[in-house]
């Protein structure tokens, strides 16, 4: 008989909860979840409750009879928890806005996990994962945490480096999207080719090979520039990405397409739409409203617009992977272990591999090409940097990643939006107290409207 299975959620009271409970639903038969437990904190407590019971609603539509079981205490939701997975928002998506709005002041690019918001979220969330990882050693020392607070890699990374917990699974939903869509542009369904990832979290390339090992990576290439929508094309020329040979996530838009992606993302932070965390932050709260009716028991199609297509997929198949030891292949963030030489072995990257009871096994991917390679080490010194500055609130360190990020126009304008960013998010952000203070009797003040009016309510 299969063991049954206790799975922790902290951030439960995310609107994402839904899509994570149909992820188990479906694969009940491969993994009997016994008990779920639902975590959160006391500014989230009313989202919880009403994401509790829809997640309850689910389950009783059922045959199954799993309990829901939501609480404050972190404690309760660990102990002897198989599972633990991490969905968390420091400082809620009021903190997000001040992460795209402060840049955008400047004429920057204001993003959730890339640029100087991205920094600043990993800012934020590192210390408070460390903080559950020294709960799980206690509570719970054989558990497994599946990450998918973003910045996910860098998060990943900060569990092996610092909190010397090497039981840990770093997830992103984009790998799975592409697979999902990229093989109707050559004839092909997604069972018949064979896909290989290599880089870090967000910042990661891609081949593609069919059932006789050829490789079709450049057929796909030739049908993205047939494609209408220049969005799917990632910003990169058709010479460079040829010439590269491989793939790019949608994400690398925003290094490779800055100026078209800066221009349309100003455009909505000056107008009544407002950024993407604000206009999440609407969906959510329709979401929310649609999670109290109690005739509600199955995921809303809305929820899509959250923009988590695939989550459940990715998690879900992640943690049946480790537990049924059925050598499943995802793509996950975990240690390189060689898989790319051309970083080091101890560093976490975002690869594909192969999920065993032991835990992922990365699949070597070998070198990149030289433009690749050059940017993707940059790209994993400056998560480095923000690790660190995040455990030690080190204010050079933190100087160091946003100059080296190349999202940030460097010079007196990135200190200035360091340094509001720092202000704006001082109630998260105690490892920076001092420096916070010294700012603050400089008379440093924020810039932007909205964000300086969520700080002055205290949001």
């Not at 806005?97 to 402060?102: G, H, L, M, V, Y």
């Not at 049908?223 to 020329?237: A, L, R, S, T």
């Amino acid at each position: 008989m299969k063991k049954t299975v206790k799975i922790a959620t902290i951030g439960g009271g995310s609107s994402y909860t839904p899509e994570l409970m149909e992820g188990f639903i479906k694969r009940y038969d491969q993994m009997p979840v016994s008990e779920i437990w639902l975590v959160d904190i006391e500014d989230g407590k009313e989202k919880l409750e009403i994401v509790g019971k829809m997640a309850q609603r689910m389950w009783d539509a059922t045959p199954y009879g799993v309990k829901v079981y939501t609480t404050l205490e972190r404690k309760d939701a660990l102990s002897g928890a198989d599972f633990v997975t991490t969905q968390i928002r420091v400082g809620l998506l009021n903190a997000r806005i001040k992460d795209e709005r402060i840049p955008f002041s400047y004429g920057m690019i204001g993003q959730e996990t890339n640029g100087a918001g991205g920094m600043f979220k990993a800012l934020r969330t590192i210390p408070v994962i460390l903080d559950i990882v020294e709960d799980m050693k206690r509570y719970c020392p054989d558990a497994w945490l599946i990450n998918f607070a973003n910045p996910s890699g860098m998060v990943t990374e900060a569990v092996m480096r610092y909190g010397r917990w090497d039981k840990v699974v770093g997830l992103c939903n984009l790998p799975i999207g592409s697979i999902m869509m990229e093989p109707e542009l050559i004839g092909k369904k997604p069972e018949d080719l064979i896909y290989r990832f290599a880089g870090i979290n967000h910042f990661h390339w891609h081949r593609v090979f069919d059932q006789d090992g050829k490789d079709v990576t450049g057929d796909i290439i030739e049908k993205v520039y047939e494609m209408e929508d220049p969005d799917k094309k990632c910003g990169w020329q058709k010479d460079l990405m040829m010439e590269s040979g491989l793939l790019p996530t949608s994400y690398h838009r925003y290094y490779f397409q800055t100026e078209k992606v800066l221009k349309d993302q100003l455009a909505d932070y000056h107008s009544e739409k407002g950024t993407r965390a604000q206009q999440v932050q609407q969906v959510e709260n329709e979401l929310m409203e649609m999670y109290k009716n109690p005739e509600l028991n199955v995921k809303p199609k809305q929820l899509e617009q959250r923009g988590g297509a695939h989550y459940s997929d990715a998690a879900c198949e992640t943690i049946v992977g480790i537990y049924a030891n059925n050598c499943t292949q995802m793509v996950v963030s975990t240690k390189n272990n060689g898989a790319l030489p051309d970083l080091s072995d101890d560093c976490v990257v975002e690869v594909s591999s192969i999920l065993t009871g032991k835990g992922p096994l990365p699949i070597c991917f070998g070198r990149l090409p030289v433009f690749e390679r050059g940017y993707l080490q940059r790209m994993k010194s400056m998560e480095l940097l923000i690790i660190e500055a995040a455990v030690t609130g080190n204010y050079g360190k933190l100087l160091q990643a946003f100059t080296i990020n190349p999202l940030v126009v460097n010079g007196d304008t990135a200190v200035r939006v360091m340094n509001e960013l720092l202000i704006a998010h001082k109630k998260y952000l105690p490892q920076f107290k001092e420096k916070i203070e010294e700012l603050e009797k400089e008379g440093v003040t924020i810039k932007d409207d909205i964000a300086r009016e969520l700080c002055e309510k205290g949001l």
